[in-house]
């Protein structure tokens, strides 16, 4: 690393002042090379008073002001050891910046996030929660699975994990928002750049020549910064590039960092819906296609995100409103087969053994979901895929949320994983510079890793398991899943580990 | 447990002594006491000549020796920045002594620890700073940080390191001694030598230069190996005689001292002890940090009795 940084000055140093005795005294020894590099410096500082146009770095660039580098933003903003950073968000978008004011009769947008309380007491703690009970947002504590064979279904309660709620659906652009106007509201230096990442360099390559000598270059030749140039022809200095950038991350690309991951044969198709009455329970139906699933929104509305094949996708975009509609309707209801019986008394004899309380109280009874009246915006499909990097941290490049790892939304656990990572990485920052480390220190961004990949890998594999468990439609594996489904609604203490674990704790399902 | 006690070793394995593998204890020793410099400190060496020069001045035994020295000293000083390489275990320790360090000095200057900069406006001195690794931190943390160290080639380094971050860059390295600095009559708020003592040559005038550099008032801290068991059986068996990591003679375990002793001898130089903590290490964690157990590696820190 050194030797590199010698070699680069060197180069300063021969393009400055041509000299041969430099060049042999660098051939002399390395006391020598140490002797050259206090003349460089004195260049530096010389050129420093000559150049006016000193690019000033900044601390942390944020490449992507979604909803996850926003929470980056927004809990760096309110901590006491890192709101005086210098930040840069550099995202093509055009909303930001411009602070969007969210109207509460203004009609919901289809993207929302099922927030669990994990994530809820994460911006209750920067301050950001407050924002988002000003919108439109709907907090439910039932949860109701079952699936189209009429075998079997099961309720999860906020109560059984001693909660008050299961978790909150949020419309992202409230989140987005509500994140923003937090960090608007503190006096937090960010500087948004309205354009795109085009390069990211790292390690200046050997054969680079410093143009200008300014301190801020010489920082970078000498690997204690990292370069982006960005679409808008400008270019930037930072010691941390934070890659926030969504599951196709231009960060992680030309970080260099490997994935694996693999396309579900699979689309989901999200929208909003209205109904007659107001929607308080979350429902999930697993279909021979995929599973459906119906989000209360709070006023009436509800959202939709429905698994199926490409083909049936792509009809259910391109009917008319009205058979989407009866279709929807028939797939949370008699569509496919037919409810499951409320009586359980074979299955529950199975289970028996297992000391399960096979007491049903009225209200643990089955129930139809509210029926959807019309479609409320508009209807998108977007295919369904896992991705994970194999590495989150490099020096002075950290990945964050979906550029680190995307899952499907079956649980809605993507955001939620995604607000994790941020909240980690912001707090690690603090502890490093509580000890005065330099923020882009290797050693410092894989501790965050080492934090978060365990308990990503935790949900992924969680969710990719659920995914294979209810796509495939076999008669056999349809009763062992009936039969899951009837031990998870008896058997409370696996239960509860399981919603434990989807309301974002940090504990083993099952091994708790 | 060999792991264990691998770990603990790479961080034992002190960088002024591992990169002279065949450097006898005493002339490093004598590298640390007398650290006469011919240079003054900010004016680079202007020729390599001169460090050959600077290099017979420094009371060498002989000129070849000081050649294979400077040789290896180049040859590894250039890594004190690589978090992965030889130093490793001294970057890996590094976070858990600036936490110590962080804690003791905010309470006893009464600063406030949640601030990014919590050690703004002391005046601080790195005895024996290396490449700069606990100088930088300290700067970053807000001191104003001195660095001094007795060879020219790490000065070097810290200094063309330092350089490159605006916030480090006000870092003053010095090629000097301790001994030196009192003759001057510099003085600090905080002077801290960590993982110095152990090899130096007479431990007591040390710690005595170390006080008169300190203010009344003012705070010392020493961090060094303990002379236990436990520090034998990690620090000579098993890296020197079993391992090979260091060379066999590299540490001389009866020139540890225990943390009695160490208070002892502060004590003398009018320098109460008034916190001390341990530093272990998790190999599964591959992390430092602090516990009551001084049994092995060893922090204290005192004040300076007042006027």
């Not at chain 2, 040789?71 to 976070?95: E, R, T």
């Not at chain 2, 020197?240 to 943390?259: K, R, V």
């Amino acid at each position: 690393m050194n030797r590199a940084i010698t070699r680069k000055l060197a180069a300063a140093a021969t393009n400055a002042y041509q000299s041969k005795v430099l060049r042999k005294n660098l051939c002399g020894g390395a006391n020598a090379s140490a002797a050259t590099s206090t003349q460089i410096n004195n260049h530096i500082h010389e050129d420093k008073q000559s150049f006016t146009h000193t690019v000033h770095p900044y601390d942390i660039a944020i490449v992507g002001g979604g909803m996850v580098g926003m929470a980056l933003a927004c809990s760096l903003a309110t901590t006491p050891l890192t709101k005086h950073l210098n930040v840069a968000i550099i995202d093509s978008n055009p909303a930001l910046g411009s602070k969007v004011s969210i109207k509460k009769e203004d009609p919901p947008d289809p993207r929302v996030s099922t927030v669990t309380p994990a994530t809820i007491s994460l911006f209750k703690d920067v301050g950001a929660w407050q924002y988002v009970q000003q919108h439109r947002h709907a907090y439910f504590d039932k949860l109701q699975v079952w699936d189209y064979t009429g075998l079997g279904y099961t309720k999860y309660y906020a109560k059984d994990v001693n909660k008050d709620v299961l978790g909150c659906v949020v419309e992202n652009k409230v989140l987005h928002s509500s994140l923003f106007s937090r960090v608007e509201d503190t006096d937090f230096q960010k500087t948004i750049h309205p354009s795109r990442l085009t390069l990211m360099s790292l390690h200046p390559s050997s054969s680079s020549t410093v143009e200008s000598s300014s301190s801020t270059e010489a920082s970078y030749v000498n690997g204690c910064l990292a370069k982006l140039e960005l679409s808008d022809g400008s270019s930037l200095y930072a010691k941390l590039v934070v890659g926030a950038d969504g599951a196709k991350s231009q960060v992680r690309q030309l970080a260099g960092f490997k994935t694996t991951g693999w396309n579900y044969s699979q689309n989901a198709v999200i929208c909003t819906v209205e109904h007659s009455v107001e929607n308080q329970c979350a429902w999930q139906r697993f279909l021979p296609g995929g599973p459906i699933a119906l989000l209360p929104m709070g006023d009436k509305f509800s959202n939709i995100v429905w698994t199926m094949n490409p083909k049936e996708a792509a009809d259910c975009k391109s009917m008319n409103e009205d058979d989407f509609v009866k279709a929807v309707n028939h797939a949370l209801d008699y569509g496919y087969g037919p409810h499951p019986k409320s009586s359980l008394l074979a299955s529950a004899d199975m289970f028996s053994w297992l000391g399960g309380n096979l007491v049903i109280s009225a209200n643990d009874s089955f129930e139809v979901p509210p029926k959807v009246v019309k479609l409320a915006s508009a209807r998108m499909a977007f295919p369904l895929s896992l991705m994970h990097a194999k590495d989150y941290a490099s020096r002075r490049v950290v990945l964050i949320g979906d550029a680190a790892h995307a899952v499907h939304p079956l649980a809605g656990q993507g955001v939620n994983l995604g607000f994790g990572d941020a909240f980690a990485l912001s707090r690690i920052i603090a502890e490093g510079i509580a000890v005065g480390m330099d923020i882009g220190e290797v050693s410092l961004l894989k501790k965050y890793e080492a934090e978060r990949k365990p308990a990503n890998v935790t949900m992924m594999a969680i969710l990719d398991g659920f995914q294979k468990a209810y796509s495939v439609d076999f008669g056999p594996l349809n009763i062992l899943r009936a039969a899951a489904f009837h031990g998870a609604h008896h058997i409370s203490p696996l239960k509860r580990s399981i919603i434990s674990y989807a309301s974002g704790e940090q504990r083993l399902p099952l091994f708790s | 447990m060999a792991s264990k006690l691998l770990t603990k070793l790479g961080a034992i394995r002190d960088p002024k002594i591992a990169r002279n593998p065949n450097l006898p204890l005493n002339a490093t020793r004598r590298l640390f006491s007398h650290r006469p410099i011919s240079t003054p400190p900010h004016s680079p060496p202007s020729s390599p000549p001169d460090n050959g020069k600077s290099a017979h001045k420094k009371s060498k035994p002989t000129s070849s020796l000081k050649d294979l020295e400077l040789a290896k000293f180049s040859a590894i000083a250039d890594s004190w920045w690589d978090s992965v390489g030889p130093f490793k275990p001294l970057h890996a320790m590094n976070p858990t002594r600036l936490a110590f360090l962080r804690s003791t000095l905010c309470r006893h200057f009464r600063k406030d620890p949640h601030v990014a900069r919590p050690f703004e406006g002391l005046k601080i001195v790195d005895v024996g700073c290396g490449g700069g690794i606990l100088s930088e931190p300290l700067a970053r943390m807000g001191a104003t940080v001195t660095g001094i160290d007795a060879l020219e080639k790490n000065i070097n380094i810290a200094r063309l390191h330092a350089g490159l971050d605006p916030v480090t860059s006000t870092i003053e390295y010095c090629c000097t001694t301790a001994e030196k600095l009192v003759k001057e009559q510099k003085m600090f708020d905080a002077v801290i030598a960590l993982e110095v003592i152990e090899h130096v040559a007479d431990p007591t005038e040390f710690c005595k230069s170390l006080s008169a550099l300190t203010h009344p008032g003012g705070a010392t801290v020493i961090s060094t190996i303990n002379r236990s068991m436990r520090s034998y059986a990690t620090a000579i068996v098993a890296a020197e005689y079993l391992l090979h990591w260091l060379p066999i003679g590299t540490h001389q375990w009866s020139s540890f001292l225990t943390p009695e002793e160490l208070v002892l001898i502060l004590q003398r130089a009018s320098i109460n002890v008034k916190e001390m903590a341990g530093f272990v290490y998790n190999p599964l964690t591959g992390r430092w940090s602090l516990s009551d157990d001084i049994s092995v590696n060893f922090i204290a820190f005192g004040t300076k009795n007042g006027q």
